[in-house]
C-alpha cells in the first residue's frame, strides 16, 4: 500500500517564526518528492521538489529528505500570513519507469497567526 | 501564455448524466495527469498518459475514462457508473523523460445531483 502521512493540523505559527511541516512515506524506493501550497478553493501550486538527502533552499523555503527514515520535511521561514494554506506532500512512487502519478498526503493547515 | 487550462470552472450535472472535463495544455509537456480531490483528502490518481494515443489507470479509474488523441489535451468522462462523482478534478502535467515535476490547471468543480 503507497501512503503518504501528514498531520493535518492545523499548524499555528507567528508571524515571522519559523513553520516545520513534516511528511512520512511508505515506498523505500521512492526517488523523487515534492511539497504543494494549496490556498483554499484552489489547485495545488508547486513550491518545492527534492531528490536527494539532505537540504534544499529557495528563497524563505528548505526542504529536507530523509531516505533511510523514509521523511521529508519543509521549513518556512519568515513566515508570512499570505503563507498560510494547506501544504501537500506528494511522493512519486515508481518502480523505475517515472510514469506513475504522484502519491498524495491528506496536506498540513498552516495557519500564520498576524 | 503558456499553461494549462481547465473548463468549465464550475459544472452541474444530474445524476445519470455523463459529462467531460476539458484539459489543455499549451507547454509541449508529453504527459497528463487527471487526479480528483476531495473534502479534506489529498489528491487521488485517476488516469495518465505519457505519449499521445496511450493512456493508464490510476488508483481510481472506475467510472471514468480518458482519451489522448492529441499532445495538448486530455479529457476526462465522467460517467454515471462513477458512485460519487462530486468532487474537484485536477488535470496536470509534466514535461517528459528525466523531469519529475508536475504543474495542475485551475481545475473543475463537478457536482452531481
Known amino acids: 500500500q503507497k501512503e503518504v502521512e501528514q498531520n493535518s493540523g492545523p499548524l499555528s505559527v507567528p508571524e515571522g517564526a519559523i513553520a516545520s511541516l513534516n511528511c512520512t512515506y511508505s515506498?523505500?524506493?521512492?526517488?523523487?518528492f515534492f511539497w504543494y501550497r494549496q490556498y483554499s478553493g484552489k489547485s495545488p501550486e508547486l513550491i518545492m521538489s527534492?531528490?536527494?538527502?539532505g537540504d534544499k533552499e529557495d528563497g524563505r523555503f528548505t526542504a529536507q529528505l530523509n531516505k533511510a527514515s523514509q521523511y521529508v520535511s519543509l521549513l518556512i521561514r519568515d513566515s508570512q500570513p499570505s503563507d498560510s494554506a494547506t501544504y501537500l506532500c506528494?511522493?512519486?512512487?515508481?518502480?523505475?519507469?517515472?510514469?506513475?502519478?504522484?502519491?498524495f498526503g491528506k496536506g498540513t493547515h498552516l495557519i500564520i497567526q498576524p | 501564455d503558456g499553461g494549462i487550462t481547465q473548463s468549465p470552472k464550475y459544472l452541474f450535472r444530474k445524476e445519470g448524466q455523463n459529462v467531460t472535463l476539458s484539459c489543455e495544455q499549451n507547454?509541449?509537456?508529453?504527459?497528463m495527469y487527471w487526479y480528483r480531490q476531495d473534502p479534506g483528502q489529498g489528491l487521488r490518481l485517476i488516469y495518465y498518459?505519457?505519449?499521445?494515443?496511450?493512456?493508464q489507470k490510476g488508483d481510481i479509474a472506475e467510472g471514468y475514462s480518458v482519451s489522448r488523441e492529441k499532445k495538448e489535451s486530455f479529457p476526462l468522462t465522467v460517467t454515471s457508473a462513477q458512485k460519487n462523482p462530486t468532487a474537484f478534478y485536477l488535470c496536470?502535467?509534466?514535461?517528459?523523460?528525466?523531469?519529475?515535476?508536475?504543474?495542475f490547471g485551475p481545475g473543475t468543480r463537478l457536482t452531481v445531483t
Open positions: 506528494a511522493v512519486n512512487m515508481y518502480s523505475g519507469g517515472g510514469a506513475d502519478g504522484l502519491t
Open positions: 515506498d523505500r524506493v521512492s526517488q523523487s
Open positions: 527534492i531528490y536527494s538527502n
Open positions: 507547454l509541449n509537456h508529453d504527459a
Open positions: 498518459s505519457q505519449i499521445v494515443n496511450d493512456f
Open positions: 496536470a502535467s509534466r514535461p517528459g523523460a528525466g523531469s519529475y515535476e508536475q504543474y
